[in-house]
């Protein structure tokens, strides 16, 4: 699975559950290491980034995520084999 792919999947199920949700579609003009998805519904909130493979958060986007929690926010790093996890969180 893509990043795209797995991007794909988590626009899909926050949609059908009526979660409002930013990215950023050119990151090139963007402050560097911020979350690939915001999600917001309600009173939660949910900054994800999402990686495929081994690949890990850059130190920008540790700095970013750890940001996100220290304001509220519920963080998640979002891979390929966390699609039952994302559907649980996003219910």
């Known amino acids: 699975m ?6 794909r999947y988590v626009l899909d199920v926050a949609r059908v559950r009526g979660w409002l ?4 579609f050119d ?3 963007s402050q560097p290491g911020f979350p690939d998805l915001i999600l917001l519904r ?3 909130q949910v900054a994800a980034e999402l990686k495929v493979g081994r690949s890990k958060p850059t130190e920008a986007q540790e700095i970013w995520l750890d940001a996100f929690h220290e304001a509220g926010a519920q963080v ?5 084999a966390d699609l039952d996890a994302i559907a649980e969180i996003l219910r």
């Open 42 to 44: 309600g009173e939660r």
């Open 76 to 80: 998640c790093i979002w891979r390929e």
């Open 21 to 24: 949700v930013y990215h950023t």
């Open 27 to 29: 990151s090139r003009r």
């Open 2 to 7: 893509s990043e795209r792919d797995l991007q």
